[in-house]
C-alpha cells in the first residue's frame, strides 16, 4: 500500500502565493514520477505539473511561469510552488506518484486525496 498526504492548501487573495506538499509513504520507496492534477468545479482532472526522479519538469502551460515543482527523493515528497495565483487556479489539487509495477515498464499512479485550493479575486 501506498500512502500519499497533501498539505498546504487554502483561501488566498489573487496574486498571492502558496506552497502544497505531498509526503508518500509506504512499501514502495522510491518512485519515477511524481506531480499535481487538479479538478475545478464542473472540470475534469487536468494534470498541472510533473517532476521525473531524473530531473525532467512537465508544466502546463497554464501555470508555466506562475508555478514550481520540486521534489525530495530522499524523503518521497514533491512540492508546488504557486505564485500569481489567480481565480482560475481554483481547484482541487491532487498529488500522485507514479511507480514502475514490472520489468516491461507498465506503471501505475497513487493518489492522495486532494487538498483544496481557493482564490478570491
Not at 509526503?23 to 499535481?36: C, K, L, N, T
Not at 482532472?45 to 511561469?65: M, N, Q
Not at 515543482?69 to 487556479?89: C, F
Request: charged share 15%; hydrophobic share 35%.
Amino acid at each position: 500500500q501506498v500512502q500519499l498526504v497533501e498539505s498546504g492548501g487554502g483561501l488566498v487573495q489573487s496574486g498571492g502565493s502558496l506552497r502544497l506538499s505531498c509526503a508518500a509513504s509506504g512499501r514502495i520507496r522510491s518512485f519515477d514520477v511524481m506531480g499535481w492534477y487538479r479538478q475545478a468545479p464542473g472540470k475534469q482532472r487536468e494534470p498541472v505539473a510533473s517532476l521525473s526522479d531524473g530531473g525532467r519538469a512537465v508544466i502546463a502551460d497554464s501555470v508555466k511561469g506562475r508555478f514550481a515543482i520540486s521534489r525530495d527523493g530522499a524523503r518521497n515528497m514533491v512540492y508546488l510552488q504557486m505564485n500569481s495565483l489567480k481565480s482560475e487556479d481554483t481547484a482541487v489539487y491532487y498529488c500522485y506518484a507514479q511507480s514502475v509495477v514490472n520489468v516491461e515498464g507498465a506503471t501505475v499512479h497513487h493518489w492522495g486525496q486532494g487538498t483544496q485550493v481557493t482564490v478570491s479575486s
